[in-house]
């Protein structure tokens, strides 16, 4: 039989998770359900959903916003703070399955799965942010495109639990996006995520640029060469078609049961382009 434990506080479920490192993690359960047929029963599972020290949005000491990793998905649409600085994180929390999924499933889990179809995670890549991940040892901070290494796998440790997410103070000043691609508007598994965040000078040159796409790779990327080319250059017609052709040597899409790899070149290169557009 399945053991199972409910910490009623981080220093228990960080004390379970040094003495249970083979236990399965269970944030809200909405991504470990969908399979749990087809796997073997786990040893045991350290149930966090809940968690009151993982749950909320706050100021961290540098004026940034630090998200709870059990803070759900509908928590964050409810957030005044999540909505005004960080639209794209709230619009991406606006696509995660139906109000059931939203009411369960959490930002760390989302984080933890490491899927390359995870909502939130090209959003993060796009804003720069770090998780903050704790075990009795103490807490480190990673920035987020160091902590996915690969298809589902991450810089976890095996006695580390995900606590929190991080986001610079000055992220409300950028012009953020984010667009999701599916077979419908709801309940619909990615076929091809872009996120995006800017800051501009005074004469509406480009200083800052990041591009990132969900669903075109192992795991979620940075188009870095989208990013160089649209850096330190004034939006128009015909930045946006360079940006647009520049992403498609960072992608490398596959042929699946949800689309084909040429759609989703076809789509990552309009989605950058209309963003460059909707810049100018």
């Not at 409910?6 to 969908?34: N, Q």
């Not at 993982?54 to 649409?77: Q, Y």
């Amino acid at each position: 039989m399945t053991e199972w434990i409910r910490p009623p506080s981080l220093d228990e479920a960080l004390a379970a998770r040094r003495e249970h490192p083979d236990f399965m993690l269970l944030a809200g359960g909405t991504d470990l359900m969908v399979g749990a047929i087809a796997r073997p029963a786990p040893v045991g599972v350290i149930d966090l959903f809940g968690l009151p020290e993982l749950s909320g949005v706050s100021r961290d000491p540098a004026g940034g916003l630090r998200l709870g990793a059990g803070t759900t998905f509908a928590a964050l649409l409810t957030d005044d703070a999540v909505r005004t600085e960080l639209p794209a994180l709230w619009a991406a929390a606006r696509e995660v399955g139906a109000l059931q999924i939203q009411a369960r499933a959490t930002l760390g889990g989302n984080i933890g799965t490491s899927s390359p179809v995870g909502d939130s995670l090209p959003v993060l890549l796009a804003l720069d942010a770090e998780v903050e991940v704790a075990s009795s040892r103490g807490t480190r901070r990673l920035a987020y495109d160091e902590f996915c290494t690969g298809y589902r796998t991450h810089a976890l440790g095996g006695d580390e639990l995900i606590v929190a997410v991080h986001f610079p103070a000055d992220i409300g000043r950028r012009v953020q996006a984010w667009r999701k691609v599916g077979t419908r508007r709801a309940q619909s598994i990615s076929k091809v995520m872009f996120a995006a965040s800017v800051e501009r000078g005074a004469d509406g040159t480009v200083t800052l640029a990041r591009l990132a796409f969900g669903a075109v790779r192992e795991q979620p990327i940075r188009a870095l060469a989208g990013e160089q080319c649209l850096a330190g250059e004034t939006p128009d017609a015909a930045l946006a078609e360079a940006v647009a052709a520049a992403v498609l040597t960072d992608i490398a899409p596959i042929d699946d049961v949800r689309s084909t790899a040429d759609y989703r070149r076809t789509v990552a290169g309009r989605l950058a382009r209309r963003f460059v557009l909707s810049l100018a």
